[in-house]
């Protein structure tokens, strides 16, 4: 729809693509959405396969802002979502189930430190079950100084081991 900005983010991963629309109003004004394609190997068409929302959406969070792909796990970030605080952010992981080509919320990432304002989910990045989230406006090492967070799997995906990266200067 006019003024969603279809394409402010998007990511390809062997037959599937996913495309950011972060001022997209379904639950909210810019709350935003992701959309996931699959290519079709006997026409090479491109159709929609699904349309990521999630469900505590709300106005401003502009979920899909980022967008991840690898093999089948999908991961949009949310970076005004306010968890934490004003503009704190989160990031969404999802999982599609190859019986019946569903995309379905695996877990919602909201860093155990995170304050308002911190941007968590302005950028994302997946491999396998791995995932690294960027928090531009983080200040832990200084006005604006930013981090990085990495999750991963131990044992599942309630337990998860965070380790948080700083850029050393």
Not at 21 to 43: C, H, M, P, V
Not at 60 to 79: E, K, N, Q, W
Request: net charge negative; aromatic share 14%; proline share 3%.
């Amino acid at each position: 729809a006019s003024g969603d900005q279809f394409g402010i983010s998007v990511a390809l991963n062997g037959g599937f693509a996913i495309v950011g629309a972060w001022q997209d109003d379904d639950k909210g004004t810019n709350s935003g959405s992701a959309y996931i394609f699959a290519r079709n190997e006997l026409t090479n068409e491109w159709p929609q396969q699904a349309k990521l929302v999630p469900d505590d959406g709300f106005g401003a969070d502009y979920f899909g802002y980022s967008v991840a792909l690898h093999g089948d796990t999908a991961v949009v970030g949310a970076y005004a979502d306010a968890d934490n605080g004003d503009d704190s952010g989160s990031v969404y992981t999802y999982k599609r189930n190859p019986s019946d080509n569903s995309w379905v919320l695996q877990e919602k990432l909201v860093p155990d430190d995170g304050f308002g304002g911190d941007y968590f989910g302005r950028s994302v990045a997946v491999y396998g079950d791995t995932f690294l989230v960027g928090a531009q406006q983080d200040d832990d090492k200084g006005d604006s100084s930013g981090s990085a967070y990495f999750f991963h799997p131990c044992v599942s995906m309630v337990s998860k081991q965070h380790i948080f990266l700083v850029l050393i200067r």
